[in-house]
């Protein structure tokens, strides 16, 4: 059975960093995309950042410049570094990965930016 579980998720001032990280245990084979999305409460989930197998990346408007996606193949793994968070950035993160297959999510991790 394959799980992904995000890591990183903190309370964080105006203006700092923060590195999310997600590994997938399990048999996962020919990962194609690995992507973030976040959701706030009452609000639907939506995109934040992608990168294919190719190492094409893909942002949403709202974090380009100051966030940056990268993946490692060899431990199933993706991040997403994050600068310059601002109070609009807090929300629950959530990676996901898609194979040829299906699609799958992690849990979650919260990030909270302070004003």
């Known amino acids: 059975q394959v799980q992904l579980v995000e890591s990183g998720g903190d309370l964080v001032q105006t203006g700092g960093s923060l590195r999310l990280s997600c590994a997938a245990s399990?048999?996962?084979?020919?990962?194609?995309?690995m992507g973030w999305y976040r959701q706030v409460p009452g609000k639907q989930r939506e995109f934040v950042a992608t990168?294919?197998?190719?190492?094409?990346?893909n942002y949403a408007d709202s974090v380009k410049g100051r966030f940056t996606i990268s993946r490692d193949n060899a431990k199933n793994t993706v991040y997403l570094a994050m600068n310059s968070l601002i109070p609009e950035d807090t929300a629950v993160y959530y990676c996901?990965?898609?194979?040829?297959?299906?699609?799958?999510w992690g849990p979650g991790t919260q990030v909270t930016v302070s004003s």
């Open positions: 399990g048999s996962i084979s020919s990962i194609n995309t």
């Open positions: 996901t990965m898609l194979t040829l297959s299906r699609q799958y």
């Open positions: 990168m294919t197998s190719r190492e094409k990346t």
